[in-house]
T-cell receptor, first 117, second 114 residues
């Protein structure tokens, strides 16, 4: 089956620093990846849609200058949280979309727990 | 626009009892429907999906769901709950058109009592 990895799985950083999270599709090519944010005991909120070779599309209310997304290859998308603050602490999950012919299915990474002190 | 409503944020069943998690959707186009399971501090794992064809869909771990267009529902069931089924369950909807993301329900936490 399709496997998506995320790195790191857990990160703790000081307020004001930047953190990069990687999302990789290990055994398939993903032209589209999605980034979600999940607060404790809540559902996943879509942050942005990342398309290989083009700018990401951000959801309303998500600061694109704070959450930088790069999708430089068909197997890698990165999310950089710039100048992180405690309110950015959350569980970040990426997914990679299989081509439409496969039913528009998305495969999810294991998530990254970000804690900003 | 598409949306999902999951009735009941928390469902508790006894081990061996029927599991029923409710999901209703709203979609102006034929929907693709999914059920995902999430264990603590982990990503989402696909249980099953409906795209086209047979409306009763069987998934992993003994789960199944039935797409009922007239009721706009996609309820998840399992005949006999196991302790390992305790987790968070998310229903999601999308459509087969371009780069449309999944729209998730708020989730239902399933507890299984021994």
């Amino acid at each position: 089956g399709a496997v998506v990895s995320q790195h790191p799985s857990r990160v703790i950083c000081k307020s004001g620093t930047s953190v990069k999270i990687e999302c990789r599709s290990l055994d398939f090519q993903a032209t589209t990846m999605f980034w979600y944010r999940q607060f404790p005991k809540q559902s996943l909120m879509l942050m942005a849609t990342s398309n290989e070779g083009s700018k990401a599309t951000y959801e309303q209310g998500v600061e694109k200058d704070k959450f930088l997304i790069n999708h430089a290859s068909l197997t890698l998308s990165t999310l950089t949280v710039t100048s992180a603050h405690p309110e950015d602490s959350s569980f970040y999950i990426c997914s990679a979309r299989v081509l439409a012919g496969a039913g528009n299915e998305q495969f999810f990474g294991p998530g990254t727990r970000l804690t900003v002190l | 626009a598409q949306s999902v409503t999951q009735l009941g944020s928390h469902v508790s069943v006894s081990e061996g009892a029927l599991v029923l998690l409710r999901c209703n959707y709203s979609s102006s186009v034929p929907p693709y429907l999914f059920w995902y399971v999430q264990y603590p501090n982990q990503g989402l794992q696909l249980l099953l999906k409906y795209t086209t064809g047979a409306t009763l869909v069987k998934g992993i771990n003994g789960f199944e769901a039935e797409f009922k267009k007239s009721e706009t529902s996609f309820h998840l069931t399992k005949p006999s709950a196991h302790m390992s089924d305790a987790a968070e369950y998310f229903c999601a909807v999308t459509r087969n058109s371009g780069n449309t993301p999944l729209v998730f329900g708020k989730g239902t936490r399933l507890s299984v009592i021994a």
